[in-house]
Nanobody, 119 residues
């Protein structure tokens, strides 16, 4: 059974930091590109960051570049998102997603973790 389980969300003040984790099981994690998406209330889900299956390539949305770092540990089947200098606009439900390498469709999604940036 495939599972992606996000954790690490919460309430943080503007300028603060959080680290999200995404624990994967039920598939060969090291063969999948992994990404973070987010969805704010009333908004469409948007791409945040991606890391290649091998871990040697990353991409970021312009809105988080320089503030967020995506990483993965294939020995632990876990992906991370280190977020710093958080802004109220970063408030959203954050989802992790998995895409088999060399394909275009995300086949697996987590249930999401809430991040709220507020004073």
């Amino acid at each position: 059974q495939v599972q992606l389980v996000e954790s690490g969300g919460g309430l943080v003040q503007p300028g603060g930091s959080l680290r999200l984790s995404c624990a994967a099981s039920g598939f060969i994690f090291s063969l999948y590109d992994m990404s973070w998406f987010r969805q704010a209330p009333g908004m469409e889900r948007e791409f945040v960051a991606r890391i290649k299956w091998s871990g040697d390539s990353t991409d970021y949305a312009d809105s988080v570049k320089g503030r967020f770092i995506i990483s993965r540990d294939n020995t632990k089947n876990t992906m991370y998102l280190q977020m710093k200098s958080l802004k109220p606009d970063d408030t959203a439900v954050y989802y992790c997603a998995a895409k088999y390498r060399f394909t275009a469709t995300y086949g697996y999604w987590g249930q999401g973790t809430q991040v709220t940036v507020s004073s």
